[in-house]
């Protein structure tokens, strides 16, 4: 079975804190996706990466980066946190790219 | 732009009654269309996909999907719900955009399951 795991499933941040969200996948895929879910907006894709050292804008970037050093690990990062960010967060990996295998998601509340 | 539209945001059905979630899709091209599954406190599962050939498919957990090109929906569908499919449903359709390949979601359908 693919598994995608996320560092953390809940996380307390400050407002203006640097926030790191770790995301592993085991199953060697090459594609790899960070989204946020808010209630009556559904899954907005933030960033996603193609390769190693590679990373492409999603929909709604502003406010984010991502790192990916090593093809099982993604990290999406909050430079300085904002009320706003509070929000899940979801990873997908996909060797296929439309097929997508989700992480538990980390809930994270910026107060 | 492509999108996708779920018109019920919220739906409740008696255990043992069928059941049917509604998703509509805007692509020009020939979509790759799939529906996700999400438990309370959980991250997304594929229920089923649809490529090409058969409009229905069959996913896991005794759901179904149509494909209707002419009405540019892809309906998921089970015949008797059980309390354990109370979750929420995520239709999405595959897209090309700037050279990259990405799926986009519509906005969910929470089911409630009552005995």
């Known amino acids: 079975d693919v598994k995608v795991t996320q560092s953390s499933r809940y996380l307390v941040k400050r407002t203006g804190e640097k926030v790191f969200l770790e995301c592993v996948q085991d199953?060697?895929?090459?594609?790899m996706f960070w989204y946020r879910q808010d209630p009556g907006l559904g899954l907005r894709l933030i960033y996603f990466?193609?390769?190693?050292?590679?990373?492409e804008k999603g929909d709604i970037p502003e406010g984010y980066s991502v790192s990916r050093e090593k093809k099982e690990r993604f990290s999406l990062i909050l430079e300085s946190a904002s009320t706003n960010q509070t929000s899940m967060y979801l990873c997908?990996?996909?060797?296929?790219?439309?097929?997508?295998?989700f992480g538990p998601g980390t809930r994270l509340t910026v107060t | 732009a492509q999108s996708v539209t779920q018109p019920d945001i919220h739906i409740t059905v008696s255990e043992g009654a069928s059941l049917e979630l509604r998703c509509n899709y805007s692509?020009?091209?020939?979509?790759?269309l799939f529906w996700y599954v999400q438990s309370p406190g959980q991250g997304l599962q594929l229920l089923l996909k649809?490529?090409?050939?058969?409009?229905l498919v069959q996913g896991i957990k005794g759901f179904e999907a149509e494909f209707k090109r002419s009405q540019s929906s892809f309906n998921l569908r089970k015949p008797s719900v059980h309390w354990s499919d109370a979750a929420e449903y995520f239709c999405?359709?595959?897209?090309?955009?700037?050279?990259?390949?990405?799926?986009?979601f519509g906005t969910g359908t929470k089911l409630q399951v009552i005995p």
């Open positions: 649809y490529f090409s050939g058969d409009t």
């Open positions: 199953m060697d895929h090459e594609n």
């Open positions: 990466s193609y390769d190693v050292k590679m990373k």
């Open positions: 692509y020009g091209a020939t979509p790759y």
């Open positions: 999405a359709v595959g897209r090309s955009s700037g050279g990259y390949q990405k799926v986009t």
């Open positions: 997908a990996s996909s060797f296929d790219t439309y097929e997508q295998y």
